[in-house]
């Protein structure tokens, strides 16, 4: 929101719209970790954007003439989540807060080129993963309810120089969202 514009949010991704407006969400749900560039805007915006909200353009990760590549693993679990219940909360029977069962975020990335100083590829994938017990909800066993979500993200990108002052991109995104809500 804002200015008290919602819904007036403008995303670009390699220059093509991605927004509610455009029946996309790419902006939104793009794995950020591929993202070399952006530009956000929220005040004087250019006449190119058609809303008066926050202006965001992204410029995706490319390859070039040298390989590279990334890789990232993130992993927590209840183990190292606090607990703030005090003797008063356990006299009335609350032993435990929504509790973090498992959470990580797994991802990589690779780039470079297919023909030397003419045609480069990039691509990157992330998997993110979290699952909740939820505060007095318990299954028809008994035993306690859990939240579960699970994203994949992924991105691919290919650049041809046609000419020195000509180049063509490909580039595809994906997103997939799953939520399992057994505590309701």
Known sequence: CAFAQRGEDWFTVEGVAATRRSGGTAGKNIDYNAVDEARVQSLGTDAEFPTRGVQINLIVKSGGNDFHGAGHWGQTNQ?????????????????????????YDLSGEFGGRIVRDKLWFYGSARTRYEEQSVLGAFKPDGSPAHNMFTQHLNAEKISYRVT?????????????????????
């Not at 183990?79 to 959470?103: K, M, P, V, Y």
Request: aromatic letters at 6%.
């Open 164 to 184: 020195p002052g000509l180049q063509l991109i490909g580039f595809h995104s994906r997103h997939y969202k799953k939520e399992i809500a057994t505590g309701n």
């Open 79 to 103: 183990n190292f989540q606090s607990n703030n219940i005090d003797d008063e909360l356990e006299a009335i029977g609350i032993t435990r807060g929504d509790g973090l069962e498992n959470r």
